[in-house]
């Protein structure tokens, strides 16, 4: 008689992905705070799979590649889209600078209107700042449209 195989090892995908699955049914109520904490814990000191199975064995039966695309993945040559205006890396620089200078003409309003100050020191930040966050916003977009071209031609 030969001896039994010993169990497969685990991977780190394989934790995180029985850790997704865990707050999945943590989310749906299936376990509790405590219950959760005990699991998530004895699924990350894992190492083999049969040990991992046992952190889900009560639970209903869930195919975990669900799991793993829930999150979005670009497959290797997958077309890259095109960056906007809307996209976060352009949103929050020009919030910002259209934050800066309502406030810096709302305080050169209240001076304004409040002495005899009149000189329009507001423009020196909208202006050089605009023109610099112009041309950057021209180049990330161009930059970005660059890069999907390369991509189309491999």
Known sequence: MSDPVPSTRTSDADRDRVAQLLQEHFAQGRLDHEEFTERLGLAYKSRTVDELALVT?????????????????????????????????????????????????????????????DYPWFLWVLGP??????????????GGQGRKDERDDV
């Open 57 to 117: 064995r009560d639970l209903p039966e869930r195919d975990l590649a669900e799991v793993r695309s829930a999150v979005p993945r670009w497959e290797e040559g997958a077309a890259v889209p095109p960056m906007t205006l809307r996209d976060p890396a352009l949103m929050v620089p020009w919030t910002l600078y259209v934050g800066v200078n309502v406030l810096c003409f709302v305080i050169w309003l209240i001076l304004f209107l409040t002495t005899e100050y």
């Open 129 to 142: 700042w605009g023109i610099v966050m112009g041309v950057v916003t021209v180049g990330v977009l161009a």
